[in-house]
Nanobody, 112 residues
Framework: QVQLVESGGGLVQAGGSLRLSCAAS??????MGWHRQATGKQRELVAT???????NYADFVKGRFTISRDNAKNTVYLQMNSLKAEDTAVYYC????????WGQGIQVTVSS
């Protein structure tokens, strides 16, 4: 069973930065990524990174968020800069292998 442990969330003022981390118990994957779900809204894709290191971003985070990984630590990061109030959500890490695995989610709150 793949386990994903997220960390780094919290409360930040608009314009500030946070870095989320997702430590995986599995080193073999096709891709990993981050989704988010705001209250009353559907879960949406934020960013993904492939096994080969190719990153993709949702339009609403391009230029502000950066996804990266440390293969030695089986960890994926999401650096979030220039945060906006609308970035407030629970952020979920995912790992895609034969199926998709989810982390437990971590709250990010941006105060305006």
């Amino acid at each position: 069973q793949v386990q994903l442990v997220e960390s780094g969330g919290g409360l930040v003022q608009a314009g500030g930065s946070l870095r989320l981390s997702c430590a995986a118990s599995e080193s073999q994957f096709n891709s990993m990524g981050w989704h988010r779900q705001a209250t009353g809204k559907q879960r949406e894709l934020v960013a993904t990174i492939s096994r080969l290191g190719t990153a993709n971003y949702a339009d609403f985070v391009k230029g502000r968020f950066t996804i990266s990984r440390d293969n030695a630590k089986n960890t994926v990061y999401l650096q979030m800069n220039s945060l906006k109030a609308e970035d407030t959500a629970v952020y979920y890490c995912n790992l895609d292998r034969i199926r998709r695995y989810w982390g437990q989610g971590i709250q990010v709150t941006v105060s305006s």
